[in-house]
Every structure is written in C-alpha cells, then in structure tokens.
Antibody
C-alpha cells in the first residue's frame, strides 16, 4: 500500500522560495501522476499542477505559471514542489496526491494523499 | 472563485439523508468524471467517490454519488456524527487544462 510522506513545516520570508518533497513509501509512483494541491487557512482546496514521474513532464495551473516548478526523481520515488517569490497569500498547507486517472477525463482521482506540509510566509 | 459551485454549508440530524450539490459546466462536469473528497478537521482529504458514482473499498455504502449533465451530487444516508466534515467535488476542466475543485461544503450533524 503506497503512502506519500511529505517533508516538514517551513517558515519563509516574503520574496523567498520553498521546496517541499513527497516520497512514496511502500511502493513507487508507477505510471501515475502526482499532483500538488494547497489549502490556505480556513479555505478550500486549490490544484496547483502535476507531473508524470516516468516522463518528467509537468503541467501547471495558469495561476502558478512562472512561479511554480514541479519535478520528480524516479530513482527515489520522490516528487518536489518549488514555489518562488513567496507572499503572505502563499501561507497554506501543501498536499501531494497520487492521481489514479490515466486519461484527461479521469484526472482528479487522488488516492492516497500526503499528510500535508504547512508553509508559513511571514 | 471556484471552478465548481457547492453550497457552503449543509446540515442534518442523525439518521437523516443529506445531499450536497456540485454545479459546473460543459468543460468540466459535463465532459469529465466527478470525484468527491471528505476532509475531517485537521486531516488530509480522503477519496470518497470516484468516477461519478464509484466507492473505494472501505467507504460505507451510505455514501453515493451521481451526475447528470453539468451537475453532480453526493448523498449521505443514515447520517452519523462522524460524517461531520468538509466535502469537496472535483473535475478536470478542459478549458483551463487544469483540475477544478468546488469551494467545499461544511456538513454539520445536529
């Protein structure tokens, strides 16, 4: 049973960058994609982007084009999310999730999720 | 502004049946699968329904999903106190080339 284990909480200054990791424990990513979703305090879920680790091809939500980089290391079954030019609006819990969807129409089938990483920009 | 529209809150008494709606458009719900997630306080979201109406193993059959046109709904029957949580719908949006979530519905069990 694959579990996704994320790196620990971060406190960052405005204008800096943060890099969060997501490691598959008990298995590999296989052919599935990994998405990153964030949740600001008291707010809803926001999809940021995804990557297919075996291909290394990311795609990003329009909002994050230019400030977000998602990468993956197949050899360690670890995905990374780097967000640059941080502002207080980026204070949120960041989740990674494996997407079991294999076609565009079935994307969003997230199981499992990582435990979340709180990033505080202050 | 969320891509999909959900009521911000819903409530019911133990044993009751509650439904949560999720409204979209032809570029998301109308053309792609809908997924539902349950988020208990302080925890990561959990997959509740996939591909419109399928339940993962371990999810009680009290939870059911449906889709018609550009709308979807989640029904919870035999409401229990442990169902008190936030519920989110999600679907891929072809126009945005990205995943859209609903704003979430906070379910209160009275």
């Amino acid at each position: 049973q694959v579990q996704l284990v994320q790196s620990g909480a971060e406190v960052k200054n405005p204008g800096s960058s943060v890099k969060v990791s997501c490691k598959a424990s008990g298995g590999t990513f296989n052919s599935y994609s990994i998405s990153w979703v964030r949740q600001a305090p008291g707010q809803g879920l926001e999809w940021m982007g995804r990557i297919i680790p075996i291909l290394g091809i990311p795609n990003y939500a329009q909002k994050f084009q230019g400030t977000l980089t998602i990468t993956a290391d197949k050899s360690t079954s670890t995905a990374y999310m780097e967000l640059r030019s941080l502002t207080s609006d980026d204070t949120a819990t960041y989740y990674c999730a494996r997407d079991l969807g294999m076609t565009t129409g079935s994307l969003g089938w997230f199981d499992p999720w990582g435990q979340g990483t709180l990033v505080t920009v202050s | 502004q969320s891509v999909l529209t959900q009521p911000p809150s819903a409530s019911g008494t133990p044993g009751q049946r509650v439904t949560i709606s999720c409204s979209g458009s032809s570029s998301n719900i109308g053309n792609n699968y809908v997924f539902w997630y349950q988020q208990l306080p302080g925890t990561a979201p959990k997959l509740l329904i996939y591909k419109n109406n399928q339940r993962p193993s371990g999810v009680p059959d009290r939870f059911s999903g449906s889709k018609s046109g550009t709308s979807a709904s989640l029904a919870i029957s035999g409401l229990r106190s442990e169902d008190e949580a936030d519920y989110y719908c999600a679907a891929w949006d072809d126009s945005l080339s990205g995943l859209g979530f609903g704003g979430g519905t906070q379910l209160t069990v009275l």
